[in-house]
């Protein structure tokens, strides 16, 4: 079966193809030349060959080459710290796994997520206050602008990706 054709059109309608299990099973470098794919989706068939010299070396030249091609790299199947610090250092775009949760149905995932980014949302309205209270002039008071270019902070700082600033469940 060739799936080209088929790959083509779903771009041409504007999906973004990935490749799956990346190192493992049928995904190929062949595939990555012919295909169109956005993204590359590392297996942990080679995620759990971190902290060894030719898994490192293996994963190290593997995002490397899928940066080269302009693909999004996603690590699957990563479980521990040391994993999750290897691939930030690889520059890998998004990490999933258990280290930072189980599987969950979506009605837990977006509980999970809200409070997520309420905390967040708190963290940064606090790290602003401190700022503002260091730097304003006690007689100053705040005006519509301080409060727009806080409210502006805030959005920002609540934009943190959370496959890096998530806690690990225990």
């Not at 295909?35 to 759990?48: M, N, P, Q, T």
């Not at 940066?67 to 290897?86: C, D, M, R, S």
Request: aromatic fraction near 8%.
């Amino acid at each position: 079966l060739d799936i080209k054709p088929l790959a083509e059109a779903f771009n041409r309608a504007g999906f973004a193809l990935h490749m799956d299990d990346f190192g493992s099973g049928s995904s190929s470098l062949n595939d990555l030349n012919v295909l169109h794919f956005d993204v590359v989706k590392i297996d942990k068939s080679l995620i759990d060959h971190i902290g060894e010299r030719r898994g490192d070396l293996l994963l190290n030249y593997t995002i490397a080459l899928a940066k080269e091609l302009g693909l999004y790299v996603l690590a699957e199947g990563v479980e521990t710290e040391e994993q999750v610090l290897f691939l930030m250092e690889q520059s890998c775009d998004a990490i999933q796994g258990y280290y930072y949760s189980k599987p969950l149905p979506s009605e837990e995932l977006e509980i999970k997520l809200l409070k997520q980014k309420e905390k967040e949302i708190e963290e940064a309205k606090k790290a602003d206050s401190t700022e503002e209270l260091q730097d304003a002039k006690p007689d100053e008071p705040q005006n519509a602008f301080n409060r727009i270019t806080t409210f502006q902070k805030i959005l920002r700082n609540a934009k943190i990706g959370l496959w890096y600033s998530e806690q690990k469940n225990g």
